[in-house]
């Protein structure tokens, strides 16, 4: 599978009690470990026995070296995973409370989504997965997956904001998965059945 899309180093927090916004809170734990909604699909289907690869563009910093490193590791193909001069690795503080809830702050430098693509006209792969974060990623993705009938998957966030990037995975993409937030922003619905008819309808 070719995952696209974004890859972070994650800094999990894990607290004893709920967050109470303007208070301090003292973490019983703290793991650094990899995010990235395509980077952690990558992960997965690696660690299932499929053939992964990530197409995604990084900072040329040690944060992006210790993400590559970490997908590496877990034997996912990083040959398509760009790192730029000058700009940082997305970087996420995630919180996670005591009942399991996470609160996340996510650091990503607009200047990485606006990068171009490599071409992947060379990719070998049965399905595409993209996040709708990287534009460019995004509609290079989906035209291979459409151009070799393989299933295109996009993965709608609630971060998929632009509007030209929604209307390119409204119309090449085979599946969509939403969150039930995502699924709300999109449609102005909070009837995720009625969001979906309304999705179905214009797809």
């Known amino acids: 599978m070719l995952c696209v899309g974004q890859a972070t180093l994650d800094h999990v927090l894990t607290v004893a009690d709920g967050i109470v916004v303007g208070h301090k809170h003292v973490a019983q734990r703290h793991d650094v470990v990899g995010g990235g909604l395509a980077a952690n699909a990558a992960v997965a289907v ?36 760009q790192q730029v001069a000058g700009l940082a690795t997305p970087f996420s503080a995630v919180i996670v409370s005591a009942d399991g809830a996470r609160t996340i702050v996510n650091h990503s430098p607009s200047g990485l989504l606006a990068q171009p693509c490599l071409d992947l006209g060379e990719v070998v792969c049965d399905a595409v997965l993209v996040d709708g974060r990287w534009p460019a990623g995004t509609t290079a993705a989906l035209s291979l997956a459409r151009h070799r009938g393989v299933p295109g998957v996009v993965d709608v966030d609630r971060s998929t904001v632009d509007g030209a990037v929604i209307a390119t995975c409204l119309d090449l993409a085979s599946h969509l998965v939403f969150s039930e937030d995502a699924l709300r922003d999109l449609t102005g619905t909070s009837s995720a059945t009625d969001g979906l008819r309304r999705i179905s309808r214009d797809t």
């Open 46 to 81: 690696a660690r299932l026995g499929g053939a992964a690869s990530l197409a995604g563009v990084i900072g040329d910093d040690e944060t992006g070296n210790t993400v590559l490193a970490g997908l590496r590791a877990e034997h996912v193909a990083i040959q398509l995973v």
